[in-house]
């Protein structure tokens, strides 16, 4: 059965860093585009940054550029999202998703609050 579970998620101060981890199983890893999404509280879910099957292309929302990377180790069903010089504004709850042709995964979420 597919399965993505993100963890590193927790409080952390303004100025912080806190790495987030998605284990996949359940699929070809490989074979799917890796994405992160997050939904601050009372907004819409947002693509945070997407990385290419082999880890060849990542792109970012404007908002997290220069300051979130988004990684992927293929050997152990893994996707990161390094998530550096944090603001209270990416409080939210991030999820990992897998995507390819005719299907789609999501993770249950973990929760990132950044506040002093």
């Known amino acids: ?10 409080l952390v101060q303004p100025g912080g860093s806190l790495r987030l981890s ?11 585009a890796m994405s992160w999404y997050r939904q ?3 907004k819409e879910r947002e693509l945070v940054a997407r990385i290419t099957n082999f880890g060849s292309s990542t792109n970012y929302a404007d ?3 220069g300051r979130f990377t988004i990684s992927r180790d293929n050997a152990k069903n893994t996707v ?6 944090l603001k209270p504004e990416d409080t939210a709850v991030y999820y990992c998703h897998a995507k ?10 973990t929760q990132v609050t950044v506040s002093s």
């Open 80 to 85: 990161y999202l390094q998530m550096n010089s």
């Open 22 to 32: 998605c284990a996949a199983s359940g699929f070809t890893f490989s074979d799917y």
């Open 63 to 65: 908002g997290v550029k």
């Open 1 to 10: 059965q597919v399965q993505l579970v993100e963890s590193g998620g927790g």
């Open 100 to 109: 390819r042709l005719y299907a789609a995964y999501w993770g249950q979420g």
């Open 40 to 42: 601050p509280p009372g």
